[in-house]
């Protein structure tokens, strides 16, 4: 089918969700001691687009240590969804989870979660001088090249949701974070 189809682009705007739950602290806490905990049982690190230790992709799986923070992710795709899209009787599921946490000079190529419905992001610990998300940055390849790319600084606490086809990157780190990335999809 190569050459049968031509592509042409729309500048849109694309949301990306942002918000710092409520009493995040005891979280945070509880989750730092369970990823913490997790990487002494898992050390070596999966090969992927980010440059730092991550645990496994199903690590949600293996570790049912996680489920406090997948049911108030998928309880807030499914606000999203009803909220912003109008959308109505999707239930969601997780389909991937993997922990992260970054050290100095650490950083994860461009890449989306296509096809994922949302991928979603949730920030354990974060140092002060910890590198950004980086959303449609540009690039020059006569598609992105005008992009207007949006920055979100990472913070204690933070959950950032997003559409899954939107291409994101972490530039080289100064300071440490660990977080928790997940895809997300609907059951239609």
């Known amino acids: 089918m190569s050459g049968l189809f031509q592509a042409g682009y729309v500048k849109t705007s694309i949301p990306i969700f942002h918000t710092i739950i409520p009493d995040y602290e005891e979280m945070n806490k509880y989750l730092k001691e369970v990823i913490i905990e997790h990487r002494q049982k898992f050390p070596e690190a999966i090969k992927s687009n980010v440059k730092a230790w991550h645990s496994a992709w199903n690590t949600h799986e293996i570790n049912p240590n996680f489920q406090p923070l997948i049911d108030l992710v998928l ?5 999203i969804d009803e909220g912003y899209y109008e959308a109505r009787g999707f239930e969601y599921s ?8 970054y050290e100095k000079d650490d950083w994860t190529k461009r890449h989306a979660h296509y096809p994922n419905n949302f991928a979603a992001c949730y920030y354990v610990e974060v140092e002060p001088n910890s590198a950004p998300i980086l959303f449609a940055s540009k ?10 790319p949006y920055t979100l600084q990472p913070q204690n606490g933070l959950l950032a949701i997003w559409p899954g086809h939107l291409e994101h990157e972490i530039p080289k780190t100064l300071g440490k974070r660990m977080c928790v990335s997940m895809n997300i999809e609907h059951d239609v």
């Open 75 to 79: 309880s807030a795709c499914k606000f």
């Open 94 to 101: 997780l389909k991937e989870l993997w922990a992260m946490m």
């Open 139 to 148: 690039i020059n390849d006569g598609i992105n090249d005008d992009n207007e």
